[in-house]
């Protein structure tokens, strides 16, 4: 392929992708995901007041622009309440704020798209000089063989802190690699521009600036200054390590200081910290203007990150790391290989060379930082796009790439798209299925990539968790639901569907009692169905034998071991779920495993 058509390719992905961010009206969305009400709000804030205060006119305003309140506002406060700021970190919300003025309903997504093009491009450069001319269908496929470009229209800080690590790291790498590898160190910067001694100290120190604030937003990303060390040329590394860590300093004295003097903690996430919903009430809205203190009575303590015992919560277990990196890797929701599969191009065109292991290892420590402080929510909360945390990490295996692999990047790309068609097909769509699950994990991945039992956050079908007969159970798909008294399950829109079932004893069997009227029919996946008996009253009981357990490790509510089950219900029924009058209800008893004797 000519070297025309390989930039044209990776242009016309970036040219389609400003296009639908530009064509995108967020107002048609059901709603807000994650944090975005208070991204949003604030940007609009920046744009139209020029602060950073929270008042009722940022309210009003954002309640006209899109239509509906917010969910999930988070609000902060250094003075008990008597003013009040956003409490997220104000990077992201100043990036996107001049596009947020001048197109309200769009220009997050505007904003994010235009960096991405100046990501790729960046990127595609750096690259070219490692593994030639291949690399605009390299970074192509970085970017839109992985989850990374369905960020574009998800008004989260995310593909923002990954745009700074992948800018800071095509600085990092941007000199040429056989003239940094055969210069003595007296005479560099003597032919290259870049590595005069002026321009050669600015560019490390704006690498360690955009590494501060991607490290100032989640501290376990400072991983990433390893990586950025050890490529400085070792020749220079004295004056480049200096300039890199005057300009991460430099943020952090910035951005300390003055989360300090309008937060009163120097984090976003410290101090006086509260999240509102349409269900507790906004502040100046349906909460009084004085009740920020009272607020925090009721809910018993403010919602600070930093607290004593709030930081390390947990106990580094090697069970609950061994299910934590099966689901890093494979999970059915947020897995690496199904949703950041280029990855193997990194890694089988690593080169050891100007520190690209410390790439690695940066990843590394960092993962294994989450897998340590948030092992029940490791990828980013319940509504976010795969896993969010490991986006702004995703750009080391871009620049672990450092030898020609031809053809590598379309086998690749063919396979992502075996997980990645949803996803292909309607890039712009509301994150979240109508019936339950998130939009871009297709069957395959639902049939065969475990479930993240770990995670406490995913709530794929938009229920809470079920207690019911001693039994903790999460449904995974939109078919099955509890009635509100919670003494028994129900179907919703269709007589199948499919259970996490836990218990703190094994268990050998379940008794599924099935409400008239119905068929006696059951086909069911991770059990057998032993016997089917038919009730007084017309119910049918099920005898379902389960297997072994799916999972067995503790559960964020306990330090007890939890035996958990996968199953998938499907029933024929002899009627019209749709148009039954009262629906099909059905129970679930537990018969526990017996515990092994021993001879004495």
Known sequence: MRPLLRWSLLGLLLGANLLLAAALDR????????????????????AQDFDLRYERGDYDRFVATWGRPPQGLILQSKDHGKSLTFGKPYFYPFFIAPFARLWPTRGAAIANALLLVLVGLSAAI?????????????????????????????????????SLTALALALAYAGDPQEAA????????????????????????????????????????????????????????RVGSLALAVGALLVVIVVGLSNQAMRGSWSSYGGERLSFYTYTGFPTVELPADGWSDEIARR??????????ATLPYDLEPRLTAYNLLYFLLGRNVGLLPYFLPIVLGL??????????????????????????????????GGALANRYFLPLYPAFWFLAARPRRGLWLPIAALSGLFLWPLWSAPSSYPLAPAGGFRYVGALAQRWLPYETTQS?????????????????????????????????RFS????????????????????DLSPPASANLEVRGATV???????????????????????????????????????????????LGNAATGVTFTLSPTFAQPMSSNR
Request: proline share 7%.
């Open 126 to 162: 750096t690259l070219g000089k490692r593994i030639g001319p291949a690399a605009p269908l390299w970074v192509a496929t970085f970017l839109f063989a992985s989850i990374t470009f369905a960020h574009t229209f998800w008004a989260h800080a995310d593909l923002f802190l990954m």
């Open 530 to 576: 032993a016997s089917i008996t038919l009730l007084p009253g017309g119910a049918t009981r099920f005898a379902l034998d389960l297997g072994r357990a799916t999972a067995s490790h503790r559960m964020w509510w306990s330090k007890a071991s939890y035996s958990l089950y996968r199953i998938h219900l499907d029933f024929d029924l002899d009627f019209d």
């Open 348 to 381: 089988c065109a690593f080169r050891k060379g100007e520190g690209r292991g410390a790439l690695l290892v940066a990843v590394l420590l960092a993962a294994a930082c989450f897998f340590f402080v948030r092992p029940f929510n490791f990828y980013g909360g």
């Open 300 to 309: 018993t303590g403010p919602g600070s990150w930093i607290r004593p015992g």
């Open 457 to 489: 956050h995913l709530k794929p079908s938009g229920q809470e968790d079920i207690h019911h007969r001693g039994l903790w159970i999460k449904p995974l798909s939109g078919g099955v639901a509890a009635e509100p008294d919670g003494r028994s399950l």
């Open 493 to 512: 829109g269709s007589a199948k569907g499919e259970l996490l079932i836990g218990s703190p004893r094994p268990l050998s069997a379940l008794a599924l």
């Open 182 to 237: 055969s210069r003595l160190p007296q005479v560099f910067g003597e032919d290259d521009p870049l590595e005069r001694p002026r321009r050669f100290s600015g560019r490390w120190l704006t690498i360690g600036a955009l590494l501060a604030v991607v490290a100032f937003s989640r501290p376990f990303y400072a991983a990433l200054f390893l990586a950025a060390f050890f490529a400085i040329p070792r020749g220079r590394r």
């Open 27 to 46: 107002r048609d969305w059901p709603g807000f995901v994650g944090d975005e009400a208070t991204y949003l709000m604030q940007a609009a804030s920046l």
